[in-house]
């Protein structure tokens, strides 16, 4: 489950000032980096830590309140399989040592050839930013509406840049149907755009909407809360479901993951138990599947608790655009509903597509595939992000940057932290200080 992102920052009194907005772009000299040298490599390096599409966000941290996905045992591969040549074909896993070796100094080229021409890096202080890095933290855009933080609170703003509501809630999550939970003083509640209490400040904790529903603290304990500000009366008097932050999933399709004494099983939004509490672990549902596990082997369920793919993978992924990774002997390969393999094992990890590519790692590096398998940007980055808008984040060393559907890299590696465009804006970090940069 998704956490509600929050800020500890005080409220301010007064309103704080507009955001510095500097209207001129990038540089929009676009660098393709395994065509500009003609390099295709395997190299080796560092483990990628961008593994979903906010793990490079750098939230600030809550320590009143935890959210974890019903279950979050997400695997850590710790045997590699051998290097993979570079194609436009699935990779074959037989690489010779010559090839790794190849590979590496490869590698080794390839970092200094980027490290020489992508000379041109931004001055935080102006030019080129949307808004200038000088925030504690700036969340995606969601429904149009950017959560910032600063020394006086959390606020929001626009995508023209500027505050729709100003910085002075000490905690906040984001935007969906049309509203946000809120910290002022010791409740929360939530707001519309234009400042109004939708849902009075109640609450000791309250997280976002997902399919009209939000969980919240009351002072009885944890449970659901509607869009028109009712409680699901049902699953509090409900004894079999553990009624946790942790153990209480978000909405998704009209069920949630929750777990009770005998296992984790799914609640309709009116609190009822729709598919018995009988697996090991749960995750919520995704394009008409959800992820399930029992004696430690994964499948997956329909929505009326059917098992459709059989429970036999060490690990499996959410479904995203009609394909399933799944891993089997430390081996990612992806699968459709049917359970019929579509692109073959030939991954040391994989992860649902996006915008019609996927983020794959072989051995410590990083690229994406296409829905058909072969690798349309090869595996050379230390970290990677989904594509968002056209545009995914990649690292290399310590340092991010964007590149878009054609591999070209659109900006140095500059950024200490990035994250993924939304509404043409993605927020990164430079000096310990968050800004924004339009594409």
Known sequence: MEQTNVSNTKASNTKASNTK??????????????????????????????????????????????????????????????????SNKPANKKASSIRRITGALAGILLFTLLSLTSTAALNPEAEGYFIAPEHEYIAPYQNGLARIHTEGGVGYLSIGGGYVIFPEYQQGGDFSASVTPVRLEDRFGYVNWEE??????????????????????????????????????????????????????NFSEGLAAVKGPRGYGYINQEGEVEIGLSF???????????????????????????????????????????????????????????????????YDQALPFAEGF????????????????????????????????????????????????????????????????????APVQVEGLWGLISR
């Open 21 to 86: 907005i500097c209207n001129t772009k990038i540089s929009n000299k676009k660098v393709n980096i395994t065509k500009m040298y003609n390099i295709k490599v395997n190299g080796t390096g560092g483990y990628a830590d961008a593994t979903n599409k906010n793990a490079s966000s750098n939230e600030p941290t809550n320590k009143k309140a935890t959210n974890k996905n019903a279950s979050s045992n997400e695997p850590t591969n710790k045997k590699a399989a051998n290097s993979i040549a570079t």
């Open 196 to 249: 109004d209490w939708v849902i009075p400040r109640n609450y000791l904790y309250a997280m976002n909407f997902y399919n009209r529903r939000a969980k919240v603290q009351t002072d009885g304990g944890w449970t659901y809360l509607t869009l028109e500000g009712g409680l699901l009366t049902k699953l509090l008097g409900e004894d079999r479901i553990e009624k946790t932050p942790e153990r209480l999933g």
């Open 280 to 346: 090991d672990a749960a995750e919520a549902f995704s394009e008409g599947l959800a992820r399930v596990k029992r004696e430690g082997k994964w499948g997956y369920i329909n929505e009326e608790g059917e098992v459709v793919i059989p429970l036999v993978y060490d690990y499996a992924l959410d479904k995203k655009e009609d394909l399933l990774p799944v891993m089997q002997e430390n081996t990612w390969s992806y699968i459709d509903e049917e359970g019929e393999v579509i692109i073959p094992q030939n």
């Open 358 to 425: 996927a983020r794959v790692r072989i051995e410590d590096k990083w690229g994406y595939i296409n829905n058909e398998g072969s690798l349309v940007v090869d595996t050379i980055f230390d970290g990677a992000m989904d594509f968002s808008e056209g545009y995914a984040a990649v690292k290399q060393g310590e340092r991010w940057s964007y590149i878009n559907e054609a591999g070209h890299l659109l900006y140095p590696f500059q950024f200490e932290r990035a994250n993924y465009f939304s509404s043409g804006r």
